[in-house]
């Protein structure tokens, strides 16, 4: 398997899963604004979407979104439970995955983008707030945000929280979010996924 990926962005989920799942794979770094790869590959050809993440199957066979590629690599490993097998559990991390992509990844968007004026930031930095303390409380004092044990969720979640020094949010509201990034960032696999992006 080859995962396309940029830095730092939100294929380091999957890479991490990658990685947690102990899966062989390639990667391959993409430069957003040339939307050409590190071996001069035209990436529109690759992915039309033109964004990261993408999973090449060894069978040529190409995957796209981040929960998409984390969901379809657990559930190749279902014996390491990173994604519920069955039952109701199954799709409430769906729908924390869903939340994740469309409440919190999509919500920093505008305040990536610059030019944007004081009114618009305020009002961008409150949602945000907002969402992430909804995160604080769904997860308390527990060590992963869903279930007994380390999931897909988790290697989304702690992908976004690490986008918020970037724009200036700050995390240290909520202890016990600051603390879950620096216990999941600490995993063996995230370490691995880190180094290989050249993130640490």
Known sequence: MKLYYTPGACSLAPHIVLEELGVSHTLEK????????????????????????????DD?????????????????HPDQQLFPNSGLARYQLQSLM???????????????????????????????NKRLGWVSEKLGNREFIFGEHFSIADAYLFTTLNWMSMVKIDLNQWANLVQYQQRIGSRPAVQRALKAEGLI
């Open 30 to 57: 993409v430069d957003l604004k040339s939307k050409r790869t590190e071996n001069n590959e035209d990436y529109l050809s690759v992915n039309d979407k033109g964004y990261v993440p993408t999973l090449r199957l």
């Open 60 to 76: 040529g066979n190409v995957l796209t979104e981040g929960a998409v590629i984390s969901q379809y690599l657990a559930e190749l």
């Open 98 to 128: 869903v939340y994740i992509s469309t409440e919190i990844h999509k919500t920093i968007i505008p305040l990536m983008q610059s030019g944007q004026d004081a009114k618009s930031r305020a009002a961008s930095e409150a949602l945000m």
